[in-house]
């Protein structure tokens, strides 16, 4: 299995012009004549499965696409479908994936233009490419943070991952806050409230696809800098600090799971006064990651991707 | 299996806003700003398989996708691409893929400016999202032919399919001959040289993807007319007309055979002075499609394409 780091590297920039359009093949979106574009696809067996309601997957392919987009601070506007319809789809399965993918596509004020339909007897493999207009005279990049800027992260993180844990584990836990979490991991929720905070105010964005930690990581060796992050302030819905209650093995991981899809940004101190915004540290001249706790004991240092 | 149009009518007209950039989700692109779109997927198992030389499978993917915009007299510019990596994958398949994928980018000149890869234990599943700009104040569409107008193909029509016969039926056929017919279908050539005849003087086109009946029938069907073709006049390679001789019952086949991806398109008299144009038909206010031979006896009569 091909990292996909390794995979842009080996296959991707290797044999291709670079160009200014692709922004080096390293960040969420590509620019071409003032358009942002992003594209991703999700599978069946592996970001989905083939007993999840399929409401749910057409809101999750809509939402992981819209939230590269969003935190570039783009609002999304246009997208193109590619369904490879699997085995497992029936007629039932599309009458209700097809509603709520419309829903969803109303819920952003996205505008669907074309798309290609094809049917194996595999499984479902689902892409959507999305683009909107670049307001600003620059995307924020994820290699413009600068050594004075804070770092802020959007509604709580962990969240999906727990979710995603007590699904796969079969963990027990209070019924509410499990059905709550596993909700979250199914269906993001990116937040296209603050597209014109990190428009007009962040230097450097990302969304937390691959988890805080890897997320961070990409901003601080694009932007030629280091991290310092205090575990304590990391926003934590009730549900997760009820889990990690029970379950404190989990702490950590919720700072390398993935799929919260909320926005990791860096900027100018008073950030946090927007709502559902929350300061968590701030870049440093000293390259990795470190994070302390309130009592600032280093919990974990040096972070590099290679931890995984 | 879910007809594609059938697919169109229920699952993506149906609950979507219809906008004048999706052109009604019933020609070969989509329009935005100025920029035509236009997406397709190759799967293994159906467009290609696993012993297929990757070098082929990487021209298909990039060549049925420029396919649709050049048919609109739109060159093509710039490409994202959805790569799902299925269990057959390895990595001196994804060193010969992307030697020849980069290559026909540069061919083409196409702008490679992003993407998403995933690694999966399926089947591969390739998309590619291509789009450039529309120099011209209208695009060309498959509604738009008119009744004085006369039916023009490019290139030549049925070496993929019969190529494609050839190689699933192992039909025995004269080795050189056969290779050639073979390559036409594993490797579309697309007819890039005619991008600014179709622009600037068709009235309607489309590329031909699945046969030259279904697709003729688009452009009579939306533009309200019937068509009227001899069969003696479609352009056929020495090739074709060698297999034809030996194998006389393929004869229509070539008519309802897709996958050469050449340009079907309508407009005034005197366009097949251009190299590899070839005058085919007229447009008749007649309904169907009437098919004539030489001695203007019918050979095949009011096609709808409920004969699939």
Redo the contacts between chains.
């Keep these: 299995?091909?990292k996909?780091t390794e995979?842009?590297k080996?296959?991707?920039k290797?044999?291709?012009?670079q160009?200014k359009?692709?922004l080096n093949?390293e960040d969420d979106?590509?620019v071409?004549?003032n358009?942002a574009?992003?594209?991703?696809?999700i599978?069946?067996?592996?970001h989905f499965f083939s007993d999840d309601d399929p409401k749910t997957i057409a809101k999750k392919l809509i939402r992981v696409n819209i939230s590269d987009l969003i935190s570039k601070g783009v609002k999304p506007k246009?997208c193109?479908?590619?369904?490879?319809?699997g085995k497992s789809i029936n007629q039932r399965w599309?009458d209700s994936f097809?509603?709520s993918?419309?829903?969803d596509?109303?819920n952003y004020n996205l505008?669907?233009?074309?798309?290609?339909?094809?049917?194996?007897?595999?499984?479902t493999?689902l892409?959507l490419?999305i683009?909107g207009p670049v307001k600003s005279k620059r995307i924020i990049k994820r290699s413009s943070a600068k050594l004075s800027d804070l770092i802020y992260v959007s509604g709580t993180i962990g969240d999906a991952f727990i979710g995603m844990s007590i699904k796969k584990k079969q963990i027990k836990f209070d019924k509410r806050a499990k059905e709550k979490l596993i909700l979250k991991y199914l269906v993001p929720q990116p937040q296209t409230n603050l597209i014109n905070l990190i428009r007009n105010k962040a230097n450097a964005s990302t969304d937390i696809s691959d988890g805080l930690l890897n997320d961070l990581n990409n901003i601080c060796t694009m932007s030629k800098l280091g991290a310092e992050i205090q575990f304590s302030s990391i926003p934590k819905s009730n549900e997760v600090i009820k889990f990690l209650n029970s379950y404190k093995r989990y702490e950590k991981s919720i700072l390398i799971g993935g799929d919260d899809y909320q926005i990791l940004f860096t900027g100018p101190k008073g950030l946090d006064k927007h709502k559902n915004v929350t300061k968590i540290g701030r870049m440093t001249r000293k390259k990795g990651i470190k994070i302390i706790d309130k009592n600032f004991n280093t919990l974990l240092g040096g972070f590099t991707h290679s931890l995984y």
Tied chains: 1, 2.
């Design positions: 299995m091909l996909e995979f842009i080996n296959y991707i290797k044999g291709t012009k160009t359009h692709s093949f979106v590509a071409v004549n358009f574009y992003s594209t991703d696809t599978s069946e067996d592996i246009f193109l479908l590619n369904f490879s319809s599309l097809f509603r993918f419309h829903q596509l109303k505008n669907l233009i074309g798309g290609d339909t094809i049917s194996t007897k595999n499984k493999v892409s490419t683009f």
